[in-house]
């Protein structure tokens, strides 16, 4: 097996690949190549412009993790940050101070803004920077893709009593970072999703992989608008490649996040089954083959395999690469059905 693509949010994601990267290394993948080629199709929806520039949290949060320059307790921004822009900022009186740019992460999102306003799609943006954070570890071995080159940006309905309509909209970031994801999501709406075009290689990175991954990701604001891009979900009903996802949902509930929140918004039952069934068996009109549920939702297997999925429950916790790197073998197992 030479191509691997795998579609991420954020840590989850970052997690995910980093225990796939494990793996192909200690060559403990079954039928996988020492030189297999990993290609990420990332979300770009909770991408967001603020103090005049553009932050990717997850093409960051991948970046950063395969580079080794991620912060491992916050699972975001940079190890050995400083916050001095922040907290100057926050001497000006400058608003929102609820989501902090760390200096070292400001550095990364004044290249990509210069290289933005300098015409660069954000496709060559990500490539440039990753000259800097996955070729010296990964050379040619792992590409990162934005999932379109379009502005996309994930937006929720909460209640509001003080607005006429009883609701008001905010940026994703806002509901996740300032409010937590305290109150409940009326509605997700992604601004420009339906108009995006896929990125550069992100359709060929499906209709050529030997297999494709769906890694313990948001469902509905990683992977769910990643499928939302037109074409995707038309090249993973197509493609050749086995299509194996893996449960965000552990026992009921999310690990880290706000997909319980997000999930219920949808209507979508919280637990492996139910996302394992939104997303569907590609022999009735959804997009994956096979789904890996932890040992705690064994009892769901049954459902799942009527669903017309191939299953297993594995340990889903990712607590080390080698412990991902394991899941990553089920998931590869399950794939050959
Ligand atoms: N998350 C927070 O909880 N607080 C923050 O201030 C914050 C800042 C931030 C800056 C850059 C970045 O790439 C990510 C950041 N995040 C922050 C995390 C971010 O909300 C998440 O990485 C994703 O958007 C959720 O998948």
């Known amino acids: 097996m030479q191509n691997i693509t795998v579609l991420s949010g954020g840590m989850g994601g970052a997690r995910f690949l980093q225990g796939l990267l494990h793996g192909i290394a200690a060559r403990t993948l079954p039928g996988v190549s020492p030189d297999a080629v990993v290609t990420v199709v990332a979300n770009t929806a909770d991408d967001l412009w603020i103090h005049g520039l553009k932050v990717c949290p997850d093409l960051d949060t991948v970046m950063y993790t395969l580079g080794d320059g991620i912060d491992p307790d916050r699972g975001w921004g940079r190890r050995d940050e400083t916050w001095s822009v922040k907290a100057e900022l926050a001497s000006y009186g400058v608003e929102p101070t609820w989501f902090g740019l760390g200096d070292r992460d400001v550095a990364t999102h004044l290249v990509r803004t210069q290289m933005l306003d300098a015409g660069y799609p954000l496709s060559q943006v990500t490539e440039a920077l990753c000259r800097r954070w996955l070729r010296p570890a990964h050379g040619e071995a792992v590409r990162l ?6 502005r996309v940006e994930t937006h929720v ?3 509001d009593a003080d607005s006429p309509s009883g609701r008001r909209v905010v940026h994703f970031q806002e509901y996740w970072v300032r409010l937590r994801a305290e109150v409940p999501a009326e509605a997700v709406v992604v601004v420009g999703l339906d108009e995006a075009t896929p990125g550069p290689g992100v359709i060929d990175a499906i209709t050529d992989a030997d297999l494709v991954l769906l890694p313990p990701s948001n469902p509905v604001v990683s992977i769910g608008t990643i499928l939302g891009v037109p074409r995707v979900r038309e090249a993973l009903v197509a493609t050749r490649a086995p299509v194996v996802g893996v449960s965000p949902i552990i026992g009921g509930s999310h690990v880290r996040g706000m997909a319980n929140q997000l999930l219920t ?7 492996a089954a139910g996302v394992g069934l939104h997303y569907g068996a590609r022999s009735s ?3 994956i083959d096979g789904w890996l549920v932890d040992d705690a939702d064994a009892g769901d297997l ?15 916790l990712m607590t080390d690469p080698a412990a991902t790197a394991a899941m990553a073998a089920a998931a590869i197992d399950v794939s050959r059905g």
């Open 157 to 159: 309905a909460i209640a």
């Open 145 to 150: 893709l934005p999932m379109t080159d379009d």
């Open 302 to 316: 049954e459902r799942l395999s009527a669903g017309g999925l191939s299953c297993r429950a594995v340990p889903l």
């Open 285 to 287: 009109g959804g997009v």
């Open 265 to 271: 918004s949808l209507g979508v039952e919280v637990s």
